[in-house]
C-alpha cells in the first residue's frame, strides 16, 4: 500500500486540488494524510478531505513558519479546531523551520513545545518538520513530560 504521508494539496497553488488527488490514486496512491498550515488552511484542507474522506486523513498543528507576532490567537483556534470533534489522526505539521528567518525562534520553541503535549495527551502521533533547528527539535522534545507517538 503507498500512503502520502504529507501532502498539502488543499494549498492555493493547487488550482486544482480534486484533480491531483485524482491522479495520485490513479497513480496507485491508496491513501495521502493532510497536515494542517495555519489557521487559513484549516477550512480548505477540511473541504478537500471532505470530497475525499475514504482516502484522506488530517493532521491539526500551527506550522513553525507560520509562528509570528499572532501566534496565541492562532495557537488557541489551533487547539480549539483539534477538540472540536472533527477526526484528526496527529498533530502537525509542528516543529522548528530557522532556515528562512529566526526572529520568532523562541516562540516557535513554546509553539512547539505545547503542541508536542497537546499530541502526548491526546494520544496522537506527531508530525515534526525541522529545517535549520535540529538542536532546538531535540531540546524541546527532550523537555516535553511525554514524549507522543511520531
Not at 503507498?2 to 488543499?10: A, E, G, M, P, Q
Not at 474522506?53 to 509562528?67: C, D, I, K, Y
Request: aromatic share 8%.
Amino acid at each position: 500500500m503507498i500512503v502520502d504521508t504529507h501532502t498539502h494539496l488543499y494549498l492555493s497553488e493547487f488550482e486544482h486540488p480534486d484533480d491531483a488527488v485524482t491522479r495520485a490514486l490513479e497513480a496507485g496512491v491508496e491513501h495521502m494524510l493532510f497536515p494542517n498550515v495555519d489557521v487559513g488552511t484549516i477550512e480548505p484542507m477540511k473541504s478537500l478531505h471532505a470530497r475525499f474522506p475514504r482516502v484522506t486523513s488530517m493532521a491539526m498543528g500551527l506550522h513553525p513558519t507560520e509562528v509570528n507576532e499572532n501566534w496565541r490567537e492562532a495557537l488557541d483556534l489551533v487547539e480549539r479546531e483539534l477538540d472540536s470533534g472533527t477526526r484528526y489522526v496527529a498533530v502537525g505539521e509542528v516543529g522548528m523551520d530557522l532556515y528562512w528567518d529566526k526572529t520568532f525562534r523562541a516562540e516557535q520553541r513554546e509553539v512547539f513545545a505545547r503542541q508536542v503535549d497537546w499530541a502526548a495527551s491526546r494520544d496522537l502521533p506527531v508530525i515534526i518538520h525541522c529545517r535549520d533547528g535540529l538542536d532546538d527539535t531535540l531540546d524541546v522534545l527532550a523537555s516535553a513530560k511525554q514524549l507522543p507517538k511520531a
